[in-house]
């Protein structure tokens, strides 16, 4: 039986994901830990799938890499493809652009293990600049919304108080809360291709598992980092970004407020087009 499997879903990831898949040919003191890695294509129209086979001809024989295919293009419709392809307990989500710390695997089990309540929980996230490009004056207050987690060295539980929800990215989900709580068709189907339109998708998830009875926290042993091209650390990018959150947060704010209520306004492209 898998203890624990690391799912990466990647639409046109074939230039990113060698620097996360070599990190985690690279992961350290696994044993005797029963582990698995997962890729999600999320119909990519680059060489993927191809890089993926090319892996799979050198990979580590403690930790089967494995491949399956989402034609729906949108993050949260690859994630729960995932859920469908996985027996293991314990889900690691990384991205194609999330190199993580060579002890990530074995950090995210453990806390899962020492913590019985936890139905999700999230990594500290560190921004890997290209040479030469640095973050504009103030980028600290944006950060997060370009998924850069620090909140400290200390673990915690994130409460409604606190406003704020780990990043998808570098989370870690107990599949049995996924199962119970959250729903087949999301209302956020997160960022699709290379839009951000319907960016929120993992608000609305650990929303659902909190919402259920389960503590979400956040856990700063596990690290990885965060690839930040210079593009996106453009004026235009971040407009856009800030922007299409903004208008995700009605929807989210709407389902905090009405949990379990009607969600007929929420429509599979994730963008709301009315409301009553």
């Known amino acids: 039986m898998v203890d624990f499997t690391v799912t990466i879903c990647t639409y046109n990831g074939a230039n990113q994901l060698p620097q996360v898949l070599d990190r985690l040919l690279a992961q350290q003191h696994t044993d005797p830990l029963s582990w698995d890695v997962l890729i999600v294509d999320n119909h990519s129209t680059d060489s993927t799938a191809a890089l993926v086979r090319r892996y799979q001809a050198q990979w580590r024989q403690d930790a089967p890499l494995r491949y399956c295919l989402e034609p729906r293009q949108g993050l949260a419709y690859a994630r729960r493809r995932a859920i469908a392809h996985i027996t293991a307990p314990w889900i690691g989500f990384l991205d194609d652009d999330n190199p993580p710390a060579v002890d990530w695997v074995r950090q995210a089990y453990d806390f899962g293990q020492a913590h019985p309540q936890a139905g999700a929980y999230g990594s500290e996230i560190q921004p890997l600049y290209e040479p030469g490009v640095n973050p504009p004056c103030g980028f600290e207050r944006i950060a997060p919304l370009l998924a850069i987690i620090q909140r400290g060295p200390e673990p915690f539980i994130y409460t409604h108080q606190r406003g704020v929800?780990?990043?998808?990215?570098?989370?870690?989900?107990?599949?049995?809360?996924?199962?119970?709580?959250?729903?087949?068709?999301?209302?956020?189907?997160?960022?699709?291709?290379?839009s951000l339109v319907a960016k929120g998708e993992d608000v609305e998830t650990l929303g659902y598992i909190r919402d259920g009875g389960w503590q979400v926290w956040h856990n700063p042993a596990?690290?990885?980092?965060?690839?930040?091209?210079?593009?996106?650390?453009?004026?235009?990018?971040?407009?856009?970004?800030?922007?299409?959150?903004?208008?995700?947060?009605?929807?989210?704010?709407?389902?905090?407020?009405?949990?379990?209520?009607?969600?007929?306004?929420?429509?599979?492209?994730?963008?709301?087009?009315?409301?009553?």
Request: one cysteine or more.
């Open 165 to 194: 929800l780990p990043a998808g990215a570098g989370m870690v989900i107990r599949r049995a809360a996924w199962l119970a709580h959250v729903p087949e068709q999301p209302c956020m189907v997160g960022v699709k291709g290379r």
């Open 222 to 276: 596990m690290k990885i980092g965060h690839t930040l091209p210079a593009h996106r650390l453009q004026a235009s990018y971040l407009i856009n970004l800030c922007r299409s959150v903004g208008l995700n947060r009605f929807p989210l704010r709407w389902y905090a407020i009405a949990p379990g209520k009607d969600r007929s306004w929420c429509w599979p492209t994730g963008s709301v087009t009315c409301c009553g």
